[in-house]
């Protein structure tokens, strides 16, 4: 038998491939609890968003295959909102269910021509949504634009017309 030498580049790379099946398996989790600009460096997280008082988040430019994840820790009655830089729009689906007995639910579907720049929450108001363990994820598929998959309650009443989109 013999003897097989591993170099210092071998081992360097090694340790990469390690280190990046780790924050694979471990999602980053970055904690908002005000106004927040997010990083392409931060793409794969998920963002604990604690609505404790009015403020936004803003994505960074829409690059394919940046992705977050938004988990509601806490609904506020104060309007939040997810923003875009430059011209970036969102695209995609919102999803928003009563939270009480009303059992009631509607849907909001944002397309490419319809140039929407806010994801507008709110734990109160039927038209909006964003209360306690709801979740909204953004996926960039093409450059310029989020895809938006949101599940969404309100605390009472019936979801409405929904504006969770907006162009404004």
């Known amino acids: 038998m013999g003897t097989k030498r591993v170099g210092?580049?071998?081992?360097?790379?090694l340790i990469?491939?390690?280190e990046n099946e780790l924050k694979f398996r471990n999602a980053q989790i970055v904690t908002c609890t005000g106004t927040t600009t997010l990083t392409a460096a931060q793409s794969g997280a998920i963002?604990?968003?604690?609505?404790?008082?009015a403020h936004d988040i803003t994505l960074p430019a829409a690059k394919k295959g940046l992705t977050f994840r938004f988990?509601?820790?806490?609904?506020?009655t104060a309007e939040h909102r997810i923003l875009?830089?430059?011209d970036d729009h969102f695209v995609g689906r919102?999803?928003?269910t009563s939270g009480d007995t009303a059992d009631k639910t509607a849907t909001q579907i944002a397309n490419k021509g319809d140039n929407m720049i806010h994801i507008n929450l709110q734990a109160n108001a039927t038209t909006l949504g964003g209360d306690i363990g709801d979740t909204v994820d953004v996926v960039c598929l093409e450059d310029g634009f989020w895809t938006v998959s949101a599940q969404l309650t309100v605390r009472s009443g019936n979801p409405g017309?929904?504006?969770v989109f907006s162009a404004t």
């Open 8 to 13: 210092w580049a071998r081992i360097r790379s």
């Open 16 to 18: 990469n491939e390690n």
């Open 47 to 53: 963002v604990d968003w604690t609505h404790s008082s």
């Open 71 to 76: 988990v509601i820790a806490k609904g506020h």
């Open 84 to 86: 875009i830089v430059g």
């Open 94 to 96: 919102a999803q928003v």
């Open 161 to 163: 017309s929904l504006a």
